[in-house]
């Protein structure tokens, strides 16, 4: 068990680029969530898979982002067009089926200039 | 839907002396309580968490938490605090209710800084 790893962990990117993190889970965690954390606030719910169904997702993402987790592995986000709002930390934590715990991966920093 | 306020954004305290890290939560369902801390440019790290039982529960580093249901309130405590305690602590919910995401929903946080 090597925890959840999140790649990469720093992102700089101009406004208007394409970018995409990925997040591998524990292995044996059937259940991801992404959030995304601005500075000086709690991080702040994005999205929901169990396995690789995508069954929940928040009014904060918009069309531009889209979340993948193609054969209930790792995870990917993309935002297409970035904006300077979109600047923050996007964290991934994945959870078992027996505990209502949540890992928490190291995050990605997003930087739009 | 649930609401986390945490009362206080700084709290600033000198090493060995006690702290206390103020949290209440609304909520139309019942929840289960979690206090996570996060050191500078790192995930979140569970500190502890309520489920049921004892309203007191211990966690790691020290710190406890008592669950009170008629204040709504979970507050985190240590008795004598460390210059590495120095970290964003942050409170969190998850609503008990089957078929949901069970997401957390975090309060802004709390910047605790332990002084020499």
């Known amino acids: 068990d090597t925890g959840v790893s999140q790649n990469p962990r720093h992102k700089i990117t101009k406004r208007g680029q394409n970018v995409t993190f990925r997040c591998d889970p524990i292995?044996?965690?059937?259940?991801l969530y992404w959030y995304r954390q601005t500075l000086g606030q709690g991080p702040e719910f994005l999205t929901y898979?169990?396995?690789?169904?995508?069954?929940?997702k928040s009014r904060l993402l918009s069309d531009r982002f889209s979340a993948e987790r193609p054969k209930g592995s790792f995870s990917t986000l993309e935002i297409q067009r970035t904006e300077q709002g979109d600047s923050a930390m996007y964290l991934c934590?994945?959870?078992?089926?027996?505990?209502?715990?949540?890992?928490f991966g190291p995050g990605t920093r997003l930087t739009v200039t | 839907a649930q609401s986390v306020t945490q009362l206080d954004s700084q709290v600033p305290v000198f090493e060995e002396a006690p702290v206390e890290l103020r949290c209440n939560y609304s909520s139309s369902v019942s929840v289960y309580l979690f206090w996570y801390v996060q050191y500078p440019n790192q995930g979140l790290q569970l500190l502890l968490k309520?489920?049921?039982?004892?309203?007191l529960v211990k966690g790691i580093n020290g710190f406890e938490a008592e669950f009170n249901k008629s204040q709504t309130s979970f507050h985190l405590r240590k008795p004598s605090v460390h210059i590495s305690d120095t970290a964003e602590y942050f409170c969190?919910?998850?609503?008990?209710?089957?078929?949901?995401?069970?997401?957390?929903?975090f309060g802004s946080g709390t910047q605790l800084t332990v002084l020499p």
């Open positions: 309520y489920l049921s039982g004892s309203t």
């Open positions: 898979f169990q396995n690789e169904a995508q069954l929940e």
């Open positions: 934590a994945s959870k078992g089926q027996v505990t209502d715990e949540q890992y």
């Open positions: 292995s044996e965690h059937n259940r």
């Open positions: 969190a919910v998850i609503p008990i209710s089957s078929g949901s995401a069970r997401q957390l929903t």
